[in-house]
């Protein structure tokens, strides 16, 4: 196991530590394996997307499958910026919305089909950081290949969960509301989220109610996550389509 330098911070699986001042190590605590991850960053960066430089060797060495060494980034998380109100609710969302549409212009690595695009499934502000380059894209664990709109209905569920369960530490419910809203005022015009059984929040619950990370209680507030994504959506619609009756006058 290679050696690691000063602890930098630790999520549900993994720790990251500094290397020096350019790169860190993130390192799994569960033995997954972090090659597959490391070649959608790979895939991802040579499109021009916002996400940190990796790295296969150190010292001309493989690392362990555990590994991924990465472009140190600085600069807060966008959940940081929040908290500390640098950054607004509508901005965060507008923020997200505009990743989310830059990363499905990239074509899938390994899927035949021409509609799949990369999915980062787990796309909320605790995984982006607002770097002095800009924001940044963190976490690519999850990700896979599909369509878009899978991924919009993940992020807009993750983040409604987080306002059905207990806001972001130093962030009041409105705020992540607000969040939410503002990502679905800005989804892509191609992306649809209806609350049909077989649609793409469906899919969504269902993989996050399948997740082993996820707590009782996260799991417990799965069906009013589902029900206030709509409830944004259908107020959405009410009011362009009020807007569309006074301009028709």
Not at 8 to 17: C, K, N, P
Not at 93 to 104: E, P, T, Y
């Amino acid at each position: 196991m290679w050696r690691t330098g000063k602890p930098l911070g630790s999520g549900r699986s993994a720790d990251v530590y500094a290397i020096d001042d350019h790169w860190v190590l993130r390192r799994h605590r569960n033995g997954l394996d972090a090659t597959a991850e490391a070649a959608v960053m790979t895939h991802l960066a040579e499109h021009g997307c916002p996400v940190p430089d990796v790295r296969l060797t150190v010292d001309g060495r493989p690392l362990p499958r555990t590994d991924l060494v990465m472009r140190r980034l600085y600069g807060p998380s966008m959940l940081q910026a929040l908290v500390q109100g640098t950054i607004t609710a509508t901005e965060a969302g507008r923020i997200l919305a505009g990743l989310l549409k830059r990363l499905h212009t990239v074509p899938a690595r390994t899927s035949t089909d021409p509609s799949h695009r990369i999915l980062h499934l787990d796309l909320h502000p605790d995984n982006v950081m607002l770097t002095p380059d800009g924001p940044m894209v963190i976490d690519w664990s999850n990700a896979d290949e599909g369509p878009p709109a899978l991924d919009w209905a993940m992020s807009a569920l993750i983040i409604a969960q987080v306002a059905e369960s207990g806001p972001f530490e130093g962030a009041g419910a409105e705020d992540v509301r607000e969040v939410l809203a503002s990502l679905l005022r800005h989804r892509a015009p191609a992306i649809t989220l209806d609350g049909s059984g077989t649609g793409h929040l469906a899919l969504a619950r269902a993989r996050r109610a399948a997740d082993p990370a996820m707590s009782e209680a996260e799991t417990a507030v799965l069906g009013p996550a589902v029900t206030l994504v709509l409830g944004l959506l259908a107020a959405e619609e009410a009011q362009g389509q009020s807007t569309r009756e006074r301009n028709a006058r």
